[in-house]
Nanobody, 125 residues
Framework: QVQLVESGGGLVQAGDSLRLSCGTS??????????MGWFRQVPGQERKFVAV????????NYADFVKGRFTISRDNAKNTVYLQMNSLKPEDTAVYYCARGSLLPSTNPGAYEYWGHGTQVTVSS
């Protein structure tokens, strides 16, 4: 019954910034008890881990290819998770997915049961 919705994707130029948001819809269960992750996927490739944040936001982990450029955060009062993407590169072009994890943060897509439908991020050069 968990429905996640991503927003904020779009077309930007290399070096620009974009902020993705993830929230609930439908029954809208609280995300507070769960770690939350962001993943991305390019057609023909496997879904890759991007970032994860712990329940209270104290712990974050990033894929090497986004460290120093992307920041994951959450506002539990708003039941929303964010992915701030700076210094975007053409290779960041992908569909970005928000996913609800478990008690502890994980980089493994298999640790996430609920996923949004994704939001397209396209970075032109």
């Amino acid at each position: 019954q968990v429905q996640l919705v991503e927003s904020g994707g779009g077309l930007v130029q290399a070096g620009d910034s974009l902020r993705l948001s993830c929230g609930t819809s439908g029954s809208g269960r609280t995300l507070t008890p769960y770690s939350m992750g962001w993943f991305r996927q390019v057609p023909g490739q496997e879904r890759k881990f991007v970032a994860v944040i712990s329940r209270n936001g104290a712990i974050t982990n990033y894929a090497d290819f986004v460290k120093g450029r992307f920041t994951i955060s959450r506002d539990n009062a708003k039941n929303t998770v964010y992915l701030q993407m700076n210094s975007l590169k053409p290779e960041d072009t992908a569909v970005y997915y928000c996913a609800r994890g478990s008690l502890l943060p994980s980089t493994n897509p298999g640790a996430y049961e609920y996923w949004g439908h994704g939001t397209q991020v396209t970075v032109s050069s």
